[in-house]
């Protein structure tokens, strides 16, 4: 199995930056995609960005397009989402998520979750 560890959540500013990490540990050799996603109160969970752990490819919600970015480091089995020019609307929970399939923008899709950490973006 696989293990996620999310950090870096925190209250910023509207228009700043923030850093989210999230570190992948156990049978890491297994992961196909790992995706970021997010969930604010009342709302259900949405996709943000997902990355191929073999090749680094990324796609992205058009909500976070040309705003966030994300990327991943095998060796430290890691992966990172840089978010820019952050807007109250991306306050939520963030989670970063695992497969060993080749799942995309659907949560149902994911095997291995983080524990979530919270962003807030105040206006």
């Known amino acids: 199995q696989v293990q996620l560890v999310e950090s870096g959540g925190g209250l910023v500013q509207a228009g700043g930056p923030l850093r989210l990490s999230c570190a992948a540990s156990?049978?890491?050799?297994?992961?196909?995609?790992m995706a970021w996603f997010r969930q604010a109160p009342g709302k259900e969970r949405e996709f943000v960005a997902v990355?191929?752990?073999?090749?680094?490819?990324?796609n992205y919600a058009d909500s976070v397009k040309d705003r966030f970015t994300v990327s991943r480091d095998n060796v430290k089995n890691a992966v990172y989402l840089q978010m820019n020019n952050l807007r109250p609307e991306d306050t939520a929970v963030y989670y970063c998520a695992a497969t060993s399939l080749y799942g995309r923008r659907s949560p149902a899709e994911y095997q291995y979750w983080g524990q979530g950490t919270q962003v807030t973006v105040s206006s």
């Open positions: 990355i191929s752990w073999g090749k680094s490819s990324a």
């Open positions: 156990g049978r890491t050799f297994d992961i196909a995609n």
